[in-house]
């Protein structure tokens, strides 16, 4: 972990009503897989999914933002139940944008994950924002934190009990499974 200090980390995602997250080199290790037909493949880790599904049982939406479409992230969104899923979006900073007003939201309720060029417009606006150790050199010197997983590889578990932590909650979020 790097950068913002625990403190400051607590106070802004006290506030956090959303977690948005990048799919190809966050979701996913970055690589894009064509079958036959010509389809996207997607490899999604199973512990970034109970992530997920632990931020919104303690009450944040989650959402993806994505530059591609792909059947294989809608199923995805659809299984986990994500709150909303916005795709083929070439200009982030302007799919963000539609995205608060859409939500009636502002940015500093909003904690972002991305590892590209492309995701500076989101990260740069957010109140907390996140890279994958993999991530390109230029976000990841611009980002709250730098993640110690690589994007596909439980990156997201990791934010998700960081801002959990940070919270309060992944004490209660987890207690289900511990007996508890």
């Given at each position: 972990?790097?950068?913002l200090?625990?403190?400051e980390?607590?106070?802004r995602?006290?506030?956090?009503?959303?977690?948005?997250?990048?799919v190809d080199?966050v979701?996913?290790?970055?690589?894009?897989?064509?079958?036959?037909d010509?389809e996207r493949?997607?490899?999604?880790?199973?512990?970034d999914g109970?992530a997920?599904?632990?931020?919104?049982?303690?009450?944040?939406?989650?959402?993806f933002?994505s530059g591609?479409?792909?059947?294989?992230l809608?199923r995805r969104?659809?299984d986990?139940?994500?709150d909303?899923?916005i795709?083929?979006?070439?200009?982030k900073g302007?799919a963000f944008?539609?995205?608060?007003?859409?939500?009636?939201?502002?940015?500093d309720?909003?904690?972002?994950a991305?590892?590209?060029l492309?995701d500076?417009?989101?990260?740069?606006r957010?109140?907390l924002?996140?890279a994958?150790?993999?991530a390109?050199?230029e976000?990841r010197?611009?980002?709250?934190?730098?993640?110690?997983a690589?994007g596909?590889?439980g990156?997201?578990r990791e934010?998700v009990?960081?801002?959990?932590?940070?919270r309060g909650?992944w004490?209660?979020a987890?207690?289900p499974?511990?007996?508890g």
């Open positions: 972990m790097s950068g200090p625990d403190d980390l607590g106070r995602a006290a506030r956090l009503e959303w977690l948005l997250l990048d080199g979701l996913t290790d970055g690589r894009l897989v064509y079958d036959g010509g493949l997607k490899e999604f880790h199973v512990r109970l997920i599904e632990l931020a919104r049982r303690t009450g944040l939406k989650v959402g933002l591609r479409t792909s059947l294989a809608a969104a659809r986990l139940g994500v909303a899923l795709t083929d979006c070439a200009d302007r944008a539609g995205f608060l007003a859409e939500q009636g939201t502002t940015a309720r909003v904690a972002y991305g590892d590209e492309l500076l417009p989101v990260l740069r957010c109140a924002s996140f994958p150790a993999d390109v050199v976000v010197a611009r980002v709250d934190r730098v993640l110690a690589g596909g590889d990156a997201v934010l009990e960081i801002l959990l932590r940070a909650a004490d209660g987890v207690a499974f511990l007996g």
